[in-house]
């Protein structure tokens, strides 16, 4: 963990959290758009761990999601209502830590076995699983079934919005800049010689993955209490492929390509409500032009990792 990348955090933290106090003078739509860049950086910049960094294929990143998100709202649903106003950013705190946990051991729990495949195998598995998570919360009255959770407290603001995005980029880039990082690199470039070397290709796959899944589970936990809704129809297998194409969009393997496709891919279809009838039409064919023109990623300035 170098000095830069602290001092990065550092910076990131507290511009987020003194924006965040005066964001009552900003437009609610803005606000409500910059709090959406925010999670979709950190579901991206995870992703990106997986996909771009350790060179596998996951489509299953909204599951994840979900789980964080419907773990977390429960939490506040269940004990918010006996806390004091004073208590409740720790207990947000703690919904979205132990979000990020219950996703990252359901990573765990899909990584160990799916991950010996690869490729387009490893790509049906993943999002097989995502299927399998949204028909569970639609199925569950515990969760609302396919009413969803309703009443979640709105908790989530600029600043948790942003300084996790901060922290996601912070361990994700000192994560792959390390010693350890270096068996991601490995097993992404060859993981046949990789293996040969005698490095243990299945335990960097499965940590990548499960720390890939901590994130996404936050971005949930965030997401739902920004939305105050939480319907399992919107964790579907879209939600995951919107999620991979800011990946290979902002070029894979490059954080700082990754997070300006993030902002990019959120704020356009807004910039495209004055043509709301075509608005996904267009942001369609603009997707498929890009990959066309740019498969390499739109943004591969630099090397890979996270000093791009």
Request: glycine share 12%; aromatic share 10%; proline share 2%.
């Amino acid at each position: 963990m170098r000095g830069k990348e602290k001092i990065f955090l550092l910076v990131a933290i507290v511009a987020a959290v003194a924006l965040s106090m005066i964001s009552g003078a900003f437009n609610r739509y803005y606000l409500g758009i910059a709090v959406d860049v925010g999670i979709n950086i950190i579901l991206a910049v995870s992703l990106n761990l997986i996909n771009g960094h350790t060179g596998q294929f996951s489509l299953g990143h909204a599951g994840f999601m979900a789980v964080g998100g419907y773990t977390a709202a429960k939490l506040t649903l269940v004990f918010g209502a006996a806390l004091p106003p004073v208590a409740q950013p720790f207990l947000f705190a703690g919904a979205l830590l132990a979000g990020g946990l219950v996703a990252a051991l359901a990573g765990l729990f899909v990584g160990v076995p799916s991950l010996r495949l690869r490729g387009d195998y490893l790509a049906i598995v993943t999002l097989g699983f995502g299927e399998i998570i949204r028909v569970i919360f639609q199925t569950s009255e515990f969760f609302g079934a396919a009413t969803g959770l309703t009443g979640i407290s709105k908790l989530t603001t600029f600043g948790w919005a942003w300084a996790l995005a901060a922290v996601t980029v912070y361990v994700v880039a000192c994560l792959v800049n390390s010693t350890y990082g270096r068996g991601f690199i490995a097993v992404h470039d060859d993981e046949i010689a990789a293996s040969a070397m005698g490095i243990n290709t299945m335990r960097y796959k499965v940590t990548a993955f499960v720390v890939g899944a901590f994130f996404a589970g936050i971005a949930g936990g965030l997401y739902a209490h920004h939305k105050l809704v939480l319907k399992p129809d919107g964790f579907d297998f879209i939600k995951s492929i919107e999620i991979v194409v800011m990946v290979i969009l902002g070029g894979m393997g490059r954080t700082a390509g990754v997070i300006c496709a993030a902002v990019i891919l959120t704020i356009l279809p807004e910039l495209l409500r004055g043509v709301a009838e075509y608005r996904m039409i267009i942001y369609s064919l603009l997707i498929i032009g890009l990959m066309l023109t740019r498969p390499q990623g739109l943004f591969t300035f630099g090397k890979k990792g996270a000093q791009s």
